[in-house]
């Protein structure tokens, strides 16, 4: 498979989740757990957080991670 040339070859960045390409191999960097993020699913209105896996979720369910 075609490797990458810059980041944006291996997908979107996200709050949560930066892509990175070195030397034609896709990666990425995942934010530090509790970073405020805004692009997570169930957060409409409420103050969400990156879980340190890449992912944003809503605070009222970070416990249950």
Known sequence: SPGCVTPA?????TDCQTQTCVDGVCGSDNAELNTICTDGTGCDGQSC???GDGACVATSCTDEL
Request: proline share 0%; aromatic share 0%; charged share 50%.
């Open 9 to 13: 070859d291996c997908g979107a960045d």
């Open 49 to 51: 957080e990156c879980d």
